[in-house]
């Protein structure tokens, strides 16, 4: 990919603004709490109260841990997962990845959509299908026209957006003690509910798309700087960065997570609301209980990481399927220059639209997206692990022993919650 070395008003930016100083990780880490995850925690904890926080804790590690490897891999080799995998894999087991990756990434993205139309209707009061145009337009907007560079900084502010899960608890009651004995003391009943519960959550949490985005965001931002492997007295300090960025990131996710599955869980578990139909729902339904104010911290906060969730998973799939068929790609160069680039991105959220005139719950498509997520999650853990733990695609720089077991026991993991739906499907 062409690299562009940054302009004057770039450099100043990121000498005094402070966002513009953090890295992909915060924004990757906020794309994992896009309107699919958002609707996934709230049914985890509508559901199952307080036996599902430990989920977060055992993720936490893990995901920090698997989205250490893939920005460390784009920043080591200046080349995205897809072309990665396309060195050193056969090209049908690259061919089966990106295609998985591109089905999860439209159903994700279509439910997404939709969930934000759902949620400014409540707000707003305007029609769900009128918004959900609106916010398609604008997404596609802000990723073709906007250079990255510009752009990038709009997204890091819709970080923001997290914030509103966590100031729902200051306006619901907490009994403190037993959720933390519930994070550390896990209670719930294994049966096949539970494992699709789990596969769900850790889906949403550790999704495929987002091993592609770190990567070539990576990728991305090192603009006119060579990759590690053409200049190894540059590592110490930006593997440091990746390490910071990544797992600050991360927390900032995990800690968001937690937050929307133990309100629900005080709130609408509490009231006996163990079913959330639709985004309107899961938002309305805390009205009585909680109050207008978070009714609307709730619909407000889908929005929010919306305006992320769905950038990033559009732009996935364009940085996945055009590394593997050799294609011009880039947020940074003109959509005159990487037709075939913009032309996924486009065609991946127009798709959105359909969702709007099918009769499917947007919420469940949320939750079974995830379930899709998690799936899918498996077989590309195993192909970044191995590709990070590979001299000959590293160098010196492959990932540390304690790092790639955390990625072996994600995919582990994930492989079982996976098996256990399955069976109970079966």
């Known amino acids: 990919m062409k690299r562009r070395a940054p302009s004057i008003w770039l450099t100043r930016l990121r000498s005094h603004h402070p966002l513009a100083r953090l890295g992909p990780g915060l924004i990757t880490g906020v794309a994992d709490d896009d309107p699919s995850g958002i609707a996934t925690y709230a049914q985890a904890g509508a559901a199952y109260g307080f036996g599902m926080l430990w989920t977060m804790v055992v993720a936490y590690p893990l995901m920090s841990a698997v989205q250490s490897m893939a920005a460390r891999l784009g920043r080591v080799t200046g080349k995205g997962l897809a072309a990665n995998i396309k060195a050193v894999f056969p090209a049908w087991i690259l061919k089966a990845l990106v295609a998985l990756l591109l089905l999860a990434n439209v159903l994700n993205i279509a439910a997404d959509i939709a969930a934000m139309g759902e949620a400014a209707e409540l707000v707003s009061g305007v029609s769900r299908q009128l918004m959900t145009i609106l916010f398609v337009v604008a997404t596609l907007g802000l990723q073709i026209f906007v250079p990255y560079h510009r752009y ?17 608890l200051f306006v619901v009651h907490v009994p403190w003690t037993t959720a933390l004995l519930a994070t550390v003391v896990p209670r719930f009943r294994p049966d096949w509910s539970a494992a699709t519960m789990i596969i769900a959550v850790f889906g949403t949490t550790i999704s495929p ?29 930006e593997l440091r960065r990746i390490g910071w960025d990544t797992w600050t990131g991360m927390l900032y996710s995990d800690l ?39 009714s609307l911290l709730f619909a407000t906060g889908i929005l929010g990481v919306g305006m992320i969730g769905v950038p990033v998973l559009a732009g996935s799939a364009g ?10 790609w880039g947020l940074e160069r003109k959509a005159s220059d990487a037709r075939a680039f ?32 998690g799936i899918v999650a498996v077989p590309l853990l195993i192909v970044l692990v191995i590709l990070v733990s590979k001299a000959s695609v590293m160098g010196p720089f492959t990932a540390s022993r304690p790092i790639r077991w955390l990625g072996w026991a994600a995919a582990a993991l994930m492989a079982a919650a996976a098996a256990g739906t399955f069976a109970g499907i079966a």
């Open 152 to 168: 990038v900084v709009f997204l890091k502010w819709f970080t923001a957006a997290l914030l509103s899960y966590a100031a729902l």
């Open 342 to 373: 913009y032309g996924v991105i486009t065609v991946s959220v127009l798709l959105a639209l359909v969702i709007q005139y099918l009769p499917v719950s947007p919420m469940r498509a949320l939750f079974w997206s995830a379930v899709v997520n």
């Open 209 to 237: 798309y987002l091993f592609f985005w770190q990567a070539s965001e990576e990728v991305e931002d090192m603009r006119c700087a060579a990759p590690l492997l053409e200049n190894e007295a540059a590592a110490p300090a």
């Open 256 to 294: 968001s997570s937690y937050f929307i599955i133990l309100a629900t869980a005080v709130t609408l578990h509490a009231a006996g609301i163990t079913q959330i139909d639709t985004a309107a729902q899961a938002a309305s339904s805390l009205e009585p209980l909680a109050g207008r104010f978070a």
């Open 319 to 328: 940085y996945a399927l055009c590394e593997a068929m050799g294609w011009r």
